[in-house]
């Protein structure tokens, strides 16, 4: 029953630090995301991934990076970071575009201070 | 473009009482879906209610349903018999049939008082 699985949950990076963001899931699900909120507002997309291998940016990929070698995992790269990369960080997976439904893991709080 | 307007920003409810959430939403698009979703304090995303665009028929889920208006593009969630639980922040989200992204509204923070 473990679903989408992120590490850490919590994070402190120094301005220009790089760091990685784990996402796993045990459900065979071919569509992944990576979504952050930002205080007091909804979630916004990323990258996307449509199986292993492939991989798509969303509305607001600049200053992040992903990678998708296995259908298990999709972790999200932080390169330099930024003040401004701050947020809730969100990684959801979907079994098919039919379905239409995404499951979300439980977040994982970054702050660059 | 596609947007999500959610004009509650905070909402308050007697335990037990019959709380609705608005939403509305833009698109040009004919084939798309709605939902809404809960985040308790512990910041997990858990789906409520899904709705077809193509059905008229209102969706429900236990002591959650939906009036779906597609003409007035309004998506309201009603939560009968509220409980101490449902306190949490909802959101409403929309997605277009084969697009990968979901779009959010800014969310309504809902409270229970008992």
């Known amino acids: 029953n473990a679903g989408v699985t992120q590490t850490p949950k919590f994070r402190i990076l120094k301005i220009g630090q790089s760091m990685t963001l784990q996402c796993a899931q045990d459900?065979?699900?071919?569509?992944m995301y990576w979504y952050r909120q930002d205080p007091g507002m909804g979630l916004k997309l990323i990258y996307y991934?449509?199986?292993?291998?492939?991989?798509d940016k969303g509305e607001v990929p600049n200053g992040y990076n992903v990678s998708r070698s296995t259908t298990e995992d999709f972790p999200l790269r932080l390169e330099l970071a930024a003040p401004s990369q701050t947020s809730v960080y969100f990684c959801?997976?979907?079994?098919?575009?039919?379905?239409?439904?995404?499951?979300f893991g439980a977040g994982t709080r970054l702050s660059v201070l | 473009a596609q947007t999500v307007t959610q004009s509650q920003p905070e909402m308050s409810v007697q335990e037990a009482e019959t709380v609705t959430l608005s939403c509305t939403y833009d698109?040009?698009?004919?084939?798309?879906?709605l939902f809404w979703y809960k985040q308790p304090p512990s910041r997990q995303m858990i789906l409520v209610i899904r709705q077809e665009a193509y059905k008229q028929q209102n969706a429900t889920e236990n002591r959650f349903s939906v009036n779906f208006q597609k003409a007035a593009k309004s998506f309201s969630l009603k939560i009968s018999d509220s409980q101490l639980g449902d306190a949490a922040m909802y959101f409403c989200?929309?997605?277009?049939?084969?697009?990968?992204?979901?779009?959010f509204g800014q969310g309504t923070r809902l409270t229970i008082n008992p």
């Open positions: 989200a929309y997605k277009v049939q084969g697009a990968q992204k979901l779009v």
């Open positions: 959801a997976s979907s079994p098919d575009r039919t379905k239409n439904i995404q499951y």
């Open positions: 459900m065979n699900h071919n569509y």
């Open positions: 991934s449509v199986g292993a291998g492939i991989t």
């Open positions: 698109t040009s698009e004919s084939d798309y879906y």
